[in-house]
């Protein structure tokens, strides 16, 4: 199992560029998340997904789009960049939300908005 | 509102035993998580407390006290290794994690 795997690992955008950062997971879990992580912060979830074609969102969820059509893949999407979006994002996927709370997390995508 | 208190950075020698404090203000959480990360690395998950007491992992425990809000992460035989960040987390009954800030991990030789 390759477990969560994301893509681009960096990437700069210019200010108003657009981009999708893609998240895949090959262990079927049912909940994926997306979250932005700030240099010496926490991890701040920006939306969740709860399986196929369900989402929803989280602490921080302005700026920013989700679709998850699949199992597998729970996409991000970014309109508009604007340099406040720097910072680096994990895609985490757990079993369930209930009563297991281990999270996988990607490797994330540093990503500089200049 | 929703968050929970670490200490930023917390200092302790090679082989000796540490206490990462993890203090919440919020109704409806349960559940407590810890992970670590290392620098430039993703989180990887510790242990997670459903319940009041203590939950033992090898060299790493984690304690909850659901009453008075409060639990910590205790790593004990220290190794240099284990300098890192680590952080609680808490799931609240929307089913949304809520991560602390995060407590630097500094081991000295």
């Known amino acids: 199992n390759a477990g969560v795997t994301q893509t681009p690992k960096f990437r700069i955008l210019k200010i108003g560029q657009s981009m999708t950062l893609q998240c895949t997971q090959d262990m079927n879990h049912n909940y994926m998340y997306w979250y932005r992580q700030d240099p010496g912060m926490g991890l701040k979830l920006i939306y969740y997904s709860v399986g196929a074609g369900i989402t929803d969102k989280g602490e921080v969820p302005n700026g920013y789009n989700v679709s998850r059509s699949t199992t597998e893949d729970f996409p991000l999407r970014l309109e508009l960049a604007a340099p406040s979006q720097t910072s680096v994002y994990f895609c985490a996927s757990s079993p369930t939300g209930g009563s297991s709370y281990e999270q996988y997390f990607g490797p994330g995508t540093r990503l500089t908005v200049t | 509102g929703q968050s929970l208190e670490q200490p930023s950075e917390v200092t302790a020698v090679e082989g000796a035993i540490v206490q990462i404090n993890c203090t919440y203000q919020?109704?409806?959480?349960?559940?407590l998580s810890w992970y670590q990360q290392h620098d430039g690395g993703a989180p990887t998950f510790l242990s997670y407390n459903a319940l009041d007491g203590l939950e033992e992992t090898g060299r790493f425990s984690s304690f909850l006290s659901r009453s008075d809000s409060y639990g910590y992460l205790l790593l004990q035989e220290l190794q240099m290794k284990d300098s890192a960040s680590y952080f609680c987390?808490?799931?609240?009954?929307?089913?949304?994690?809520?991560f602390g800030k995060g407590t630097r991990l500094h081991i000295l030789p």
């Open positions: 919020t109704s409806g959480f349960y559940g």
């Open positions: 987390a808490g799931m609240n009954r929307d089913d949304k994690i809520i």
